[in-house]
């Protein structure tokens, strides 16, 4: 009986969860009619420096 219990207990905390994520994840009373806002420009990517060669793993054990 005290599984069963559990058992419900848990059922309705994981439905209270699911149900606290799909609430919208927008403030109360916000306007609907607002527009929206506007993606950032993307900064071009920054140009990353070649990285230096390493000796392979055979030529570091083999003290090359």
């Known amino acids: 009986m005290a599984e069963q219990s559990h ?3 848990m059922s ?3 439905r209270a969860q699911r149900e606290r994520q799909a609430v919208p994840r927008t403030l109360a009373g916000a306007d609907e009619h607002a527009p929206a806002p506007e993606p950032a420009a993307e900064a071009p990517p920054a140009e990353e420096p070649e990285p230096e060669s390493r000796p392979g793993f ?3 054990l ?3």
Do not use: N
């Open 7 to 9: 058992r419900e207990e």
């Open 12 to 14: 309705a905390a994981i």
């Open 58 to 60: 055979l030529a570091r």
């Open 62 to 64: 083999l003290g090359g």
